[in-house]
T-cell receptor
């Protein structure tokens, strides 16, 4: 199984809502990532989990809260988001942590904040 | 901050033609990777070239790396309409992967 799955595919939420994005991989990868991608821009790194521990937080606002319940799952909890947070949120995993590793991406969750 | 810059930003060619995309980066790297993204989807890894390699092939893809110029190129030969996508170079910066701005390729049937 070489797939990274993400749910939901689409999400519309108001600025007062609380929602969660989910990501799952069964490749035995020990690093997982959240990226944010705006239209016609490259993915921007948000968080890196290495061996289930948060290793990198790219100064992301606290309204985004990552969680790694186990080595296969990665969540991104959303609360009090702003319209400018509307974007494609991509999850990825790699066998080991590090910029040298090939990353496997999920299809993304397209988020619209109203 | 972006490590890689790509050109052209957009490229439109006819099916059967070759497509060349270039990537320049700023600091020393251990490897450089190319990824492809179909519209609104996740990225798919295409090829990895290590800093001690100069050229690598994979099917219709040819990647070159010139560490002295801090640049790489991706050549897609005999392009197909299905190659229409955005292509990103990615370099390692410590524990992070930094993506270039990307080239949007459109292959007309």
């Amino acid at each position: 199984d070489t797939e990274v799955t993400q749910t939901p595919k689409h999400l519309v939420m108001g600025m007062t809502n609380k929602k969660s994005l989910k990501c799952e991989q069964h490749m035995g990868h020990r690093a997982m990532y959240w990226y944010k991608q705006k239209a016609k821009k490259p993915p921007e790194l948000m968080f890196v989990y290495s061996y289930e521990k948060l290793s990198i937080n790219e100064s992301v606002p606290s309204r985004f809260s990552p969680e790694c319940p186990n080595s296969s799952l990665l969540n991104l909890h959303l609360h009090a988001l702003q319209p400018e947070d509307s974007a494609l949120y991509l999850c990825a995993s790699s066998q080991a942590p590090g910029g040298r590793e090939t990353q496997y991406f999920g299809p993304g969750t397209r988020l619209l904040v109203l | 901050s972006q490590q890689g810059e790509e050109d052209p930003q957009a490229l439109s060619i006819q099916e059967g033609e070759n497509a060349t995309m270039n990537c320049s980066y700023k600091t020393s790297i251990n490897n450089l990777q190319w990824y492809r993204q179909n519209s609104g989807r996740g990225l798919v890894h295409l090829i990895l070239i290590r800093s001690n390699e100069r050229e690598k092939h994979s099917g219709r893809l040819r990647v070159t790396l010139d560490t002295s110029k801090k640049s790489s190129s991706l050549l897609i030969t005999a392009s197909r309409a299905a190659d229409t996508a955005s292509y990103f170079c990615a370099t390692d910066k410590g524990f992070k992967t930094i993506f270039g701005a990307g080239t949007r390729l459109f292959v007309k049937a």
